[in-house]
């Protein structure tokens, strides 16, 4: 009899364990278009940032970053569950928690995203929109020099949070052994089989991705000049000026 119970819970605790450390769905796929498609704009945004004779390829990339962050704030309300804002809206009391338990190396284990990852998401969505505000305005001749000083602090805060980010990234996947950047790209992550999501919406990623290449080519064209506001030139302000008179 006491053979019996122990093989039942040597089996139970066997399976529990297989479960847990399955792979399970934890990002969609429009999640992850999303975080790459962001990166690689910021990225190529910033490094096309002082050069005159790529500023055509500036502004394309600061508006696909505009656009994608504001696709990611309607995900974020009607996305799968690990993608939606209030999975991971922490109290401070459990950021401070998390951080004393990555102080310890022994960081506490999150399916979706942890309390650090958390405030930098909402940072560099915030910080996100004021770097689109302040560079369209400057793109307009909008506000004069402050707007566009406002543009380059934001940008410079936003490289600085994406380093911390990365590095919380790294830290995190050595302590728990677990390759976060490679969960980005695949979407799964080890966990029980019931936490994962049931659907990856391919076809809203694939539309997302779809929607990004066609504006690259739309405005690479020159057909997007049809619809989008175009710079005010210096022979535009003379006649603007010249009408209010």
Sequence with gaps: MNTSITSTSAAGGASRAADTAATVRVWDVPTRVFHWSFALCFAGAWLTSDSERLRDLHVMLGYTFAGLAVFRLLWGLVGTRYARFASFIYSPRELVSYLKSLLAMKPRHYLGHNPAGAIAIFAMLGLGALIALSGFATYQDI???????????????????????????????????????????????????????????????????????????????????????????????????????
């Design 143 to 245: 506000g004069g020099e402050w707007l566009e000083e406002l543009h380059e602090v934001a940008a410079s805060t936003m490289l600085a949070i994406v380093f911390v980010h990365i590095a919380g990234v790294i830290v995190s996947s050595l302590l728990h052994r677990e390759n976060l950047a490679r969960a980005m790209l695949t979407g799964r992550k080890s966990g029980a089989s019931t936490e994962g999501i049931r659907h990856a919406h391919r076809t809203v990623g694939a539309v997302l991705l779809v929607a990004v290449l066609g504006f690259w080519f739309a405005y690479q064209s020159g057909a997007a000049d049809a619809w989008l506001p175009q710079p005010i030139t210096t022979a535009d302000a003379r006649d603007r000026h010249h009408d209010d008179d």
